[in-house]
Nanobody, 123 residues
């Protein structure tokens, strides 16, 4: 599957952005989907993930209450709604697809990756 992320940009602290990730192929609903981010000089870190049906979501503590993930299996798309953004949220955000049977939190549990979209939050 190929993933195409979009929606990044420059926003002031406290603002919002909505990222989208469109997947190719007909088996989108068979993948657990997740978002990761990587800031300069840091390792890629887990942000959020959603189950195949969309019924379960898991969040990193750093984004709880601010970020929301959703998916539309009919449109082969997963979304990341980011509210109350902070300068420390600045990073390249990657969407990823996993064939693991359960929730996946580590990068090596994901099989496919999008190209990344830059999110910059100014103070």
């Amino acid at each position: 599957v190929q993933l195409q992320a979009s929606g990044g940009g420059l926003v002031q602290a406290g603002g919002s952005l909505r990222l989208s990730c469109v997947a190719s192929g007909r088996t989108f609903s068979s993948y657990v989907m997740g978002w990761f981010r990587q800031a300069p000089g840091k390792e890629r870190e887990f942000v959020i993930t959603i189950s195949r049906s969309g019924g379960r979501t898991y969040y990193a503590d750093s984004v709880k209450g601010r970020f929301t993930i959703s998916r539309d299996n009919a449109k082969n798309t997963v979304y990341l709604q980011m509210n109350s953004l902070k300068p420390e949220d600045t990073a390249v955000y990657y969407c990823a697809a996993s064939t693991y049977s359960g929730a996946s939190f580590a990068p090596d549990e994901y099989d496919y990756w999008g190209q990344g979209t830059q999110v910059t939050v100014s103070s």
